[in-house]
């Protein structure tokens, strides 16, 4: 079985921060591309950041960039999500997901395996 379990969403205030963790069960990360993904109410899901398995480079969606930080602890077979300085328009569920390829992207379609969600909350 290949499983994600994300945590660490909660209410925060307008400005604060979160981290986000998804552990991996069931296989090993060190060779899947990995995503974080949200879906806010009445909103379709939207790639927020990815982390290649190649070079490990990351990306980011443009609403994101230079707020939050993806990375990954292949020891722990967990991925992380640091936010920073949150808005109210990041509130949603954030998801994460995995693919066995190398480069990754932040289009949901191309990722099999998905997490539970966890709720995150921007409001003062």
């Known amino acids: 079985q290949l499983q994600l379990a994300e945590s660490g969403g909660g209410l925060v205030q307008p400005g604060g921060s979160l981290r986000l963790s998804c552990v991996a069960s069931?296989?090993?990360?060190?060779?899947?591309?990995i995503g974080w993904f949200r879906q806010a109410p009445g909103k379709e899901r939207e790639g927020v950041s990815c982390?290649?398995?190649?070079?490990?480079?990351?990306y980011y969606a443009d609403s994101v960039k230079g707020r939050f930080t993806i990375s990954r602890d292949n020891a722990k077979n967990t991925v992380y999500l640091q936010m920073n300085s949150l808005n109210p328009e990041d509130t949603a569920i954030y998801s994460c997901?995995?693919?066995?390829?190398?480069?990754?992207?932040?289009?949901?379609?191309?990722?099999?395996?998905w997490g539970q969600g966890t709720q995150v909350t921007v409001s003062s």
């Open positions: 997901a995995a693919e066995p390829i190398t480069v990754c992207d932040l289009l949901p379609q191309g990722y099999d395996y």
């Open positions: 069931g296989f090993t990360l060190d060779y899947y591309a």
């Open positions: 982390l290649s398995s190649n070079d490990g480079n990351a």
